[in-house]
């Protein structure tokens, strides 16, 4: 290594390079900085790629906190920038979702009430900073068939348009549709917006023959839900406008 030049992956032994540490003993075997490392894939000029991921787990404190942190902050640690920042934020979202089929397959799941409901989509949308807008559809046995994000911020009528959302609905050839969204503020219970969409949305499917069976709208996860058995969802931590006698 030439005297004023930064330590890179390639200086370390190949047996002790992540990639190579990965292949030999499985991803479980590697510490979160070179997981992270292996993400990143490189560095850059002055900064090495295991630097990167170190500086990442100084700066927000855990793996849970990065994958919260924005685009835009994961991008102002030295190194990262935009490209990478996405690559991280891809990798975390499919890992949340590998984590929604795994324990609630859709194909074996049947909605049966809103507690089903919110226990389907929990891990999907809590904790998040926005709002996001989901629509699940069914067959004619009421089972799951796929869980679109049809969008994400705060709910209006823009945002949230029939078009939209049936066209999904349509080409999953859905007999039946449940919508549901996440309140970041934590309070499940429903602003008159989301009301009103929600009829909206009730109306056209008649329309269209498809039918808008509830709205179901997640708050964050009690204090009591997180050491429920599978961290199953509570009463307080959601909200079923059909349960309300609001639609």
Do not use: W
Not at 37 to 42: C, D, E, P, Y
Not at 100 to 120: R, W
Request: charged letters at 25%.
């Amino acid at each position: 290594m030439k005297k004023g030049s930064s330590f890179t992956v390639l200086d370390m032994p190949r047996t002790e390079r992540p990639r190579e540490r990965l292949l030999r003993f499985g991803p479980e075997a590697l510490s979160a900085q070179e997981l992270l490392a292996i993400v990143i894939s490189r560095g850059v000029s002055g900064v090495s790629v295991m630097t990167i991921a170190q500086e990442l787990l100084l700066r927000f404190g855990s793996i849970k906190a990065i994958s919260e942190a924005t685009i835009e902050e994961l991008s102002e640690i030295k190194g990262m920038g935009v490209a990478k920042a996405i690559q991280l934020k891809a990798c975390f979202e499919l890992g949340k979702r590998q984590a929604i089929e795994t324990e609630y397959p859709y194909g074996d799941f049947d909605i049966k009430n809103p507690l089903a409901v919110a226990n389907l989509i929990k891990n999907t949308v809590k904790d998040r900073q926005k709002e996001h807008f989901l629509l699940i559809t069914l067959n004619t046995r009421n089972r799951v068939t796929g869980i679109i994000n049809i969008s994400v911020g705060t709910l209006n009528a823009s945002l949230v348009h029939p078009r939209e959302v049936f066209k999904e609905a349509i080409s999953r050839c859905a007999s039946s549709v449940i919508i549901a969204h996440n309140h970041p503020s934590g309070d499940p219970n429903p602003s008159e917006e989301d009301i009103n969409i929600t009829r909206r949305l009730i109306d056209a499917g008649r329309i269209l023959g498809i039918e808008v069976l509830d709205h179901v709208i997640i708050g964050r996860l009690s204090a009591k839900s997180a050491v429920t058995k599978k961290n199953a969802a509570r009463p307080e931590d959601y909200c079923s406008l059909k349960e309300r006698g609001l639609i």
